[in-house]
């Protein structure tokens, strides 16, 4: 479905120095499959992400979208597959301030000049399945951090994309309801053959990725993510 070819990306630095943030990454994946990223902060995991989802240019390699070659496509043709095949989960979840959770879910259908009750209609079992069915008419400033980003990942499933690009989709959420988010999105590309490219440093996300990369500077490496529980951050004294 989607594949990506010695892709690289730089940035300049505040000093004009150039920052490789995607150092020439291969990669392909088809429906249906999850590949899992991690990788320290700043290993260039959300900028590989916004390359797929077209939202910047490579300046090397080449990226394919079902064969088709997404950097030689028109703006409108770039618009037209950020809509209808991308689902794209924000690290910083970009939610509408003072819009109701279950129209910030809808916003594509609102978009899509869906009107307003239909697409309501359609946002509220999503936001079920995601366990803020009580949360509806709750602008962002009155939900927590993991309720916003259920919002979020709400709104990324509601046009049924077929390639979802999650960006730490359960940082905001506890253990728990991180694996069921988790499943939730493994059910999703397992039910409409979506592909998903999920980067998470969530360990529970092992059991459902079908290949598992590390990244580092850059570049990607095959690579099992840490399990079991994280190290304390300080011994408690029994007392
Ligand atoms: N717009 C930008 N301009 C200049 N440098 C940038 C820009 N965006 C990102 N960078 C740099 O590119 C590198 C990769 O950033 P990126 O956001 O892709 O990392 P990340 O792996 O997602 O990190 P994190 O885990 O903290 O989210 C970093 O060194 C970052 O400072
Ligand atoms: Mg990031």
Same mark, same amino acid.
Request: hydrophobic share 45%; glycine share 10%.
């Given at each position: ?21 995607? /150092? ?32 910047? #240019? ?49 916003? #594509? ?24 069915? #009580?949360?509806? /008419?709750?602008?962002? /400033? ?47 590309? /397992? ?49």
């Amino acid at each position: 479905m989607l594949e990506l070819e010695g892709v690289v990306k730089h940035y300049s630095g505040p000093g004009g120095e150039v920052v490789r943030a995607v /150092d020439g990454i291969s990669l392909s994946i088809r429906a249906g499959e999850i590949v899992a990223l991690h990788g320290p902060s700043g290993s260039g995991k959300s900028t590989l992400l916004m390359l797929a989802a077209a939202l910047m #240019k490579p300046d090397a390699g080449r990226m394919r979208f079902e064969g088709v070659d997404l950097t030689l496509m028109s703006a409108n043709v770039t618009a037209d597959y950020q809509r209808e095949q991308i689902g794209f989960i924000y690290q910083s979840f970009h939610l509408m301030a003072e819009v109701p959770a279950v129209e910030n879910a809808a916003i #594509k259908l609102l978009a899509n000049r869906v009107p307003l009750k239909q697409a309501r209609r359609a946002a509220v079992p999503w936001l079920e399945r995601v366990g803020l069915g #009580k949360r509806l /008419d709750h602008t962002p /400033d009155r939900l927590s951090g993991g309720e916003r980003q259920r919002v979020a990942i709400a709104r990324a499933l509601i046009s049924e994309p077929r390639l979802i690009l999650a960006d730490e989709p359960t940082g905001s959420l506890d253990t728990r309801r991180g694996g069921e988010i988790l499943a939730l999105l493994a059910d999703i590309c /397992d039910q409409q053959k979506a592909a998903m490219l999920l980067v998470t440093h969530d360990s529970q996300a092992t059991a459902i990725a079908d290949r598992v990369y590390a990244m580092r500077d850059g570049k990607l490496a095959l690579g099992e993510m840490d399990s079991g529980p994280p190290e304390p951050l300080r011994q408690r004294v029994p007392g």
